[in-house]
């Protein structure tokens, strides 16, 4: 997926910033800001206020961090795979010593050559 999107690489790679001024861009971005807005028990948004104070930001700027953080992380467990040593030695075995083809596939081979 990386690149497939004209924005992709600029999200992806988006450095976290903190303090932004309230409607300002991000530095050297080619977008404006956007408003999200969320509605969260009162309990959760303590929890969440106390977490920046901890952090010494912004109740927005740590929810722009947390979520910032946890996108990037869910992409890249989509995107990737991995493989035990076993399944890598098979992959590979597969790859460089594939079965010949069975009927079927001759079959299928021959109806595409000849509408091709």
Not at 3 to 18: A, S
Not at 19 to 25: A, H, I, K, M
Not at 44 to 57: R, S
Request: hydrophobic share 40%; glycine share 2%.
């Amino acid at each position: 997926m990386k690149g497939e999107h004209p924005l992709f690489d600029f999200v992806f790679n988006l450095p976290t910033y903190v303090n932004l001024p309230y409607n300002s861009t991000v530095p050297n971005s080619p977008l404006p800001t956007a408003r999200l807005e969320a509605r969260v028990p009162q309990a959760l948004k303590e929890i969440f206020q106390q977490a920046a104070h901890l952090e010494g930001v912004t109740l927005t700027d740590f929810v722009i961090m947390s979520v910032h953080q946890a996108a990037k992380q869910t992409i890249e467990r989509h995107q990737s795979l991995t493989l035990t040593l076993e399944q890598s030695e098979a992959f590979l075995n597969a790859l460089t010593n594939p079965p010949a083809p069975n009927a079927a596939l001759e079959t299928a081979f021959k109806r595409h050559r000849d509408a091709a």
